[in-house]
């Protein structure tokens, strides 16, 4: 019996092992797909959002939603996001290209996503 109870123990010590090593293995994965989770660039992304978009958007992104919409709300869609800083919208959203850079609006999606309400 004794002999039982030490097999099993082994062979979940190993069971163990693997586990954790296929977590340990996860982030490294995950980092070259998706950008929240990049802590300097969220902060990055915060500052800009915060002298660019806070005024209209809301601090934080939090606003009542009816003149700009809640930031928070927006679908994972990285190139819509892209498109709208870029180009503004109807006249209401106002066009970026000029002010901020790729790397800044990267930043800011980072940002954004990161404060996505699921
Ligand atoms: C002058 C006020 C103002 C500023 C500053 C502003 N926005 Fe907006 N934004 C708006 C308004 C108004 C809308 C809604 C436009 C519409 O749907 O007609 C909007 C819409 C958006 C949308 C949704 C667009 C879509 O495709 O549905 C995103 C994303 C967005 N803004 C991001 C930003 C970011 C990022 C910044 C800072 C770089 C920023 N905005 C700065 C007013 C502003």
Redesign the pocket.
């Known amino acids: 019996m004794r002999r039982g109870v030490s097999i099993w123990a082994a062979a979940s010590f190993a069971a163990v092992t693997v586990t954790a090593l296929a977590v340990g293995g996860l982030p490294a994965a995950a980092q070259t797909t998706v950008a929240d989770g990049d802590q300097p660039m969220i902060e990055r992304g915060k500052l800009?959002?915060a002298h660019?978009?806070?005024?209209?958007?809301g601090p934080n992104m939090i606003n009542a939603g009816t003149?700009?919409?809640d930031?928070r709300t927006?679908p994972d869609d990285k190139t819509?996001?892209v498109?709208?800083?870029k180009d503004?919208?109807?006249n209401?959203?106002?066009p970026?290209r000029e002010?901020?850079s790729d790397n800044?609006?990267d930043d800011?999606w980072a940002y954004?996503s990161s404060r996505r309400k699921k």
């Open positions: 800009a959002y660019s978009c806070s005024h209209c958007h003149v700009t919409p930031l927006f819509r996001f498109g709208t800083v503004g919208k109807n209401k959203m106002p970026w002010t901020l800044d609006i800011l954004v």
